[in-house]
């Protein structure tokens, strides 16, 4: 088309108006054959989900979003003592947790559950007891659960303090506790044992009775049970017991007595004698003596336990090879050491 203008126009006779034609036409055919140049759109790259066919008005498959994994048992623990709380029947409840040095998760380890006296806490046992040594070198977790009230007392039945005049369910408190260490540390569930000291030893006894489904065996220190007590005292098995106890306790005395609260105290030779019947062992022990130590065994009891008795001559209120409670209290022997022999007592003993 353009071609027959430029024809038409140069049989014009005014080469002025011919030369003016020709530069109006040259603009028109720029402005014409110079098309407006768009940038390229920026698009996001296609998803998955996207990229696949799709039916008109299908919707977009839903993205799945992984689940949150939750951390491995027992990483948020490392070595040392951890302090730690939880709310059982309305009770804040604390204890502190020992992971030994060299801990590894991926192995099953046993659990000691260690109960402190009347008026003492966790604290004061770890202490008194040494126990986190024999933790780190015998390679167990150590735990010590703190009482109730304001003397930090445990109801061991008929003693001790506000647990026991408030009944506080301390037996249904280990259990729950037990479930919670469990979720943080790889605990072998045969291999779950308590020790106690004073009011303490009342608990462990008391567990013994009402919770032998999940404590392997027992080492009540410088206390048995309330008289009161033996009657409802009723173990779904036999239970191995290892007891030290001094023969000049004042406190809880070997020969058994009248409590400042009204109940009685146990002797030590009638608490051995109706544990004794309880696990089917022979009535007459194997005794040996060393200084002042009198060491009795009972043994064989029925389903591998063993009553084992520690009398220390002449010994305090006081945990044997430990430090003293206090000055009034008295010293403890050093002729002995409970914290390492009632944990190879432990050891023999997994739950059967």
């Known amino acids: 088309m353009y071609t027959y203008l430029i024809h038409i126009l140069s049989r014009a006779h005014k080469p002025a108006v011919f030369a003016g034609l020709v530069v109006i036409l ?23 989900a996207t990229e696949t066919s799709l039916k008109d008005n299908e919707p977009l498959p839903a993205i799945e979003t992984p689940p949150v994994s939750e951390p491995p048992v027992g990483m948020l623990l490392l070595p040392g003592d951890s302090s730690r709380s939880m ?7 604390s204890y502190i947790i020992h992971i ?16 402190h006296g ?3 806490d966790g604290n004061e046992m770890i202490r008194i007891t040494g126990f986190n040594a024999q933790s780190d070198s015998s390679g167990f977790v150590v735990v010590y659960p703190d009482g109730t009230g304001d003397k930090k007392s445990w109801n061991g ?8 005049l408030r009944n506080v369910d301390d037996v249904g408190f280990v259990r729950a506790l037990i479930e919670e260490l469990s979720s943080l540390v790889n605990i072998d569930s045969k291999r779950v044992y308590a020790t106690g000291f004073s009011n303490g030893a009342f608990m462990v006894y008391r567990l013994a009775c009402e919770l032998s489904d999940q404590i392997a065996a027992i080492a009540p220190v410088s206390a048995t049970q309330a008289v009161e007590d033996l009657p409802a005292c009723q173990p779904g098995r036999p239970v191995p017991i290892i007891h030290f106890h001094g023969t000049d306790d004042d406190a809880n005395p070997y020969n058994g007595g009248v409590a400042a609260a009204g109940f009685q105290f146990t002797s030590v030779a009638d608490a051995i004698k109706f544990w004794v019947e309880k696990d089917g062992c022979p009535a007459t022990p194997q005794q040996t003596r060393q200084g002042s130590i009198l060491h009795d065994i009972y043994a064989p009891c029925e389903s591998g336990a063993t009553m084992e008795l520690y009398t220390i001559e002449g010994g305090k209120h006081a945990w044997p090879g430990g430090e003293a409670v206090s000055a009034r209290m008295g010293e403890p ?4 050491s409970a914290t390492p022999i009632l944990w190879e007592f432990f050891l023999s003993h997994p739950m059967p």
């Open 26 to 48: 040259m603009v028109a055919c720029t402005t014409v054959s110079s098309p407006t140049v768009t940038p390229p759109a920026v698009t996001a790259p296609a998803s998955p």
């Open 157 to 164: 039945g008929h003693c001790c303090g506000e647990a026991a």
């Open 333 to 336: 022997t050093m002729q002995i």
């Open 87 to 93: 709310i059982f029947e309305g009770l804040e409840r």
């Open 100 to 115: 030994p040095t060299g801990f590894n998760n991926s192995q099953a380890v046993p659990l000691v559950l260690v109960f």
């Open 118 to 120: 009347l008026t003492l």
